[in-house]
């Protein structure tokens, strides 16, 4: 099992800019896809970004394509994801996951969740 601790949410202007990151323990990690999915009050978590173990690949939902990024460095076990030109709807709890594909992360293939932290984006 691998730990996932989250750090970087708060409050920001619609706009602005914020910096998620993701610390892991373990040394499945350097193996393992990595996601971040969020969940606003009321509805479903859902998908936001995936990058393969080696960061070769990324995916992201086109609800935030072209604003967030993801990267990750195997080096230091963490797994950032870069948000910009963030909007209201942005507004949720950000949990940062780890797969157990090597390539992609969905709901399903999550084996580790971090405890999540919290953005929200004022208008």
């Known amino acids: 099992q691998v730990q996932l601790v989250e750090s970087g949410g708060g409050l920001v202007q619609a706009g602005g800019s914020l910096k998620l990151s993701c610390a892991a323990s373990?040394?499945?990690?350097?193996?393992?896809?990595m996601g971040w999915f969020r969940q606003a009050p009321g509805k479903e978590r859902e998908f936001v970004a995936g990058i393969s173990w080696s960061g070769d690949t990324t995916d992201y939902a086109d609800s935030v394509k072209g604003r967030f990024t993801i990267s990750r460095d195997n080096a230091k076990n963490t797994v950032d994801l870069q948000m910009n030109s963030l909007k209201p709807e942005d507004t949720a709890v950000y949990f940062c996951?780890?797969?157990?594909?090597?390539?992609?992360?969905?709901?399903?293939?999550?084996?580790?969740w971090g405890q999540g932290t919290q953005v929200t984006v004022s208008s």
């Open positions: 373990g040394r499945t990690f350097s193996s393992s896809a």
């Open positions: 996951a780890r797969s157990r594909n090597r390539y992609y992360v969905y709901e399903g293939s999550v084996a580790d």
